[in-house]
């Protein structure tokens, strides 16, 4: 009876054994299937971080290297980062760039411009621009086209400014316009722009409408006889008498070889037409 007591326990005993030596196999089984599992991951987090470094680094040379100047600016209109182009444009350091308010860096004059622009901008719209005079360190103003688009960044507004110097282009647009608008010669309006500006102030609101009309008499007699370089003073000479004798919105432009126009859109009546034709002799 003991003897059969022994038996069964040793073997319940075996059978303990073998079933932790089971449990042993599989419990290394799941291990090592866990340690691939882990250096697998491992591998692929240092590929992820491999290529965020790369994408970092491509992110940073972009940004800092980039033609433009980049700004990010406050809701409130501080700027939190720039890039070096804007420092470059701007001609300040990070430390006197960073914190400021970028209305500090735009021309008095455009500053109405720079505030309409903003007041267009909504958090779905797309982005707004503008071409308007920023400041250079020393007070030393350039052409900047603006481009800014909202950036959400959770509960944050803020704005991303592209910044372009213009200058060039602005200048040239200038001068394209001053050439299509003016007389070479005397930098009196010319044909063209007096023809458009007639049709734009004709209206009832600028009645009465005073022309007065003037020529050089005897131009190609004095030509003929000193030369044609002294026929140019000569209306260079009353084109200068013209606007000395004119206000600021009056309007003279030169429509002929030696005829000058200057008419007056302010409802001028007939005693003051006269009163400048006096003046006009007088000069």
């Not at 009876?1 to 038996?7: A, F, P, T």
């Not at 089971?22 to 692929?44: A, C, G």
């Not at 859109?265 to 400048?276: A, D, E, N, T």
Request: net charge neutral.
């Amino acid at each position: 009876m003991n003897k059969n007591k022994v038996s069964k326990g040793h073997n319940r005993f075996a059978i303990d054994e073998s079933l932790k030596e089971q449990d042993l196999n599989v419990l290394i089984h799941d291990l090592r299937v866990h340690q691939i599992e882990l250096e697998l991951k491992n591998e692929e987090l240092l590929r992820v971080q491999k290529e965020l470094k790369e994408a970092k680094y491509k992110y940073y040379t972009l940004y800092n290297f980039a033609p433009e100047g980049y700004l990010i600016v406050s809701g409130k209109g501080r700027i939190i980062e720039a890039n070096r182009k804007c420092f470059e444009v701007f001609g300040v350091k990070n430390l006197k760039l960073v914190g400021q308010s970028i209305t500090d860096f735009i021309d008095g004059a455009y500053q109405d411009t720079y505030y309409l622009m903003r007041k267009r901008l909504s958090v779905d719209s797309d982005e707004q621009k503008c071409v308007i005079k920023m400041i250079r360190r020393n007070h030393i103003t350039f052409w900047a086209e603006l481009t800014i688009k909202y950036l959400l960044d959770e509960n944050n507004i803020r704005l991303h400014v592209i910044i372009r110097d213009v200058t060039q282009r602005k200048e040239n647009e200038i001068r394209i316009d001053y050439l299509n608008n003016h007389d070479q010669l005397t930098g009196l309006y010319n044909r063209r722009f007096y023809e458009e500006e007639l049709k734009k102030i004709n209206t009832l609101k600028n009645l009465p409408l005073s022309i007065i009309m003037t020529d050089v008499n005897g131009l190609k007699m004095f030509n003929d006889s000193f030369g044609h370089n002294f026929g140019d003073e000569l209306l260079m000479i009353v084109a200068d008498t013209l606007v000395e004798s004119s206000k600021d919105e009056d309007i003279i432009a030169r429509i002929s070889g030696g005829m000058s126009l200057l008419f007056y859109c302010l409802g001028q009546i007939p005693l003051s037409v006269m009163s400048i034709l006096i003046k006009f002799k007088k000069v």
